[in-house]
């Protein structure tokens, strides 16, 4: 790996900004240097041509493509969904007739066709809204797309198979080049849309926000303020899910939620 | 007993293995002396989808308390942290973890890459990197940013190894201050310990 000067860093994270508006300043050191070295290797480039080629626009869907980190799993982590399924939609269901979700930072959609299929086994797909947002477009059209790697989906069965659902994963895709495709009609009613959690637009308000594995890439500073930013989209009661080895304990705003699930890190928010 | 001739200018000590390197990690960590005064980072091969169950397997024989830290969790003294199942595990400077989702490396999450080339990265020469028995190289070029940023590098002997792979990608990539057995990098920490007191 090609060691990366803070210097070269923060020459980069200025330019972004100023040219284009993403603030990359607060992403957690680490796996913002170690993506910068990725896109270096991978294009075999140095420094000074990624600093120029920053200045092409064209260039700039490619950079959020690799900055992000696009690793996702269907039902990733099988007793979340469990408890989804089982304590935290019927909680929902229990003042709300119809439910408001949102997933943000959908990454390759992988979380929300898993969503989409347990609520379709609940009998409950067209009781739901669903926003899936995310930062990079090229992963949004994939994600509305719904075409993953054959290979990846072994590992999305064996996860499907211990959150005990009802059919088989297989009933939910097509073999097509290569390709499995996902049933379409179980996003139809899915909002896919481009935000930027480091801008903090409130948008909408929900019932739960789903949110795992991306806050990982932020410092804290940058943590606080979108977790500000999602408890203002939650209505009183709602749920938030981050994943499993995050915690709210550091964060300023702990004290408006509690934690329902603390082995699944669902929290619900008790304070406006 | 060899005399290590250590000074306490030490902050850290990373520790990686994989394939054959449980029973080792569990003698260590049992000879761990009490109060020991440097924090444990370990970044140990472990199934994916098996996410409870291995602090409590290593903590059978051991007195210091072992953590899966959270994302963002400060690195405090005398604690033992793992890198939990599935999530690459960095350090940060300001002394804290964070974890990641990316790709694998080496073929694996976690990666021991990571996390000793991140520790050699905050800790510099105050780091001491141990890597065990192991079938593949990750961790090798862990060892050598240790190396390169004036740390001290430990790696089990790989005689004593069930696979003797990792220890040895480590020892042709970089220099090895120890090439040690089990026993003798139990006994490495005691000295240790002796030089905070």
Redesign the interface.
């Known amino acids: 790996m090609t060691e990366i000067d803070i210097a070269d860093l923060k020459k980069i994270t200025e330019v972004v900004k100023s040219k284009y508006g993403y603030d990359f300043t607060n992403y957690a050191m680490s796996s913002f240097k170690r993506r910068i070295s990725r896109i270096l290797e991978m294009n075999n480039m140095s420094m000074e041509t990624l600093m120029k080629k920053l200045y092409d626009p064209g260039f700039l869907d490619d950079f959020l493509n690799e900055i992000t980190v696009n690793v996702t799993e269907m039902f990733r982590d099988p007793s979340f969904w469990r408890v989804l399924r089982d304590d935290v939609i019927p909680g929902i269901l229990l003042n709300h007739q119809t439910i408001r979700i949102w997933h943000a930072g959908c990454s390759s959609g992988e979380e929300v066709f898993s969503m989409a299929i347990m609520l379709r086994e609940m009998g409950l797909l067209d009781k739901v809204n669903i926003i899936a947002t995310d930062l990079d477009t090229n992963i949004l059209e994939k994600a509305k797309k719904g075409e993953y790697n054959l290979k990846n989906m072994e590992l999305n069965e064996k996860n499907y198979i211990r959150y005990q659902g009802t059919s088989s994963l297989k009933d939910y895709f097509k073999e097509s080049n290569g390709k499995a495709v996902l049933d379409k009609s179980l996003v139809e009613n899915v909002s896919f849309r481009k935000h930027d959690l480091v801008k903090g637009d409130v948008f909408n308000k929900f019932d739960l926000v789903l949110c795992r594995n991306v806050m990982i890439y932020f410092n804290q500073t940058l943590q606080n303020e979108v977790l500000k930013n999602f408890h203002e989209s939650l209505f009183k009661y709602g749920y938030l899910a981050i994943g499993s080895k995050e915690s709210l304990i550091w964060c300023e705003i702990a004290n408006k939620f509690i934690i329902v699930n603390n082995e699944e890190k669902i929290y619900k928010k008790i304070k406006d | 007993m060899t005399d290590f001739k250590l000074d306490n200018r030490y902050k850290a000590i990373v520790i990686g293995g994989s394939a054959g390197s449980f029973q080792g990690i569990v003698k260590i960590l049992s000879n761990l002396p009490a109060n020991f005064p440097l924090p444990i980072i370990m970044c140990l091969h472990r199934l994916k ?1 098996v ?1 409870n169950g291995f602090v409590e397997a290593l903590s059978i024989k051991s007195i210091v308390e072992i953590v ?6 400060p690195i405090k003294k005398g604690k033992v942290y793992l890198a ?1 199942s599935n ?2 595990m ?4 300001g002394h804290y973890f ?6 694998m490396i080496n073929n694996s999450r976690p990666a021991i ?2 996390t000793l ?2 520790s050699a ?1 905050v800790f510099r020469d105050k780091l001491i990197g141990i890597l065990l028995s192991g079938a593949n190289k990750d961790g090798g ?1 862990g060892m050598k940013y240790i190396k390169d940023r004036g740390g001290l590098t430990i790696v089990q002997e790989p005689s004593e190894c069930m696979i003797d792979t990792m220890p040895k990608a480590a020892l042709s990539l970089t220099t090895i201050d120890h090439v040690l057995k089990i026993d003798d990098i139990a006994e490495f920490l005691k000295q240790l310990h002796k030089q905070y007191k």
């Open positions: 989808h996410r899966e830290p959270y994302d963002k969790e939990p999530y690459h960095s350090t940060e400077l964070s974890l990641s989702t990316e790709e890459d990571i080339g991140t990265y070029m």
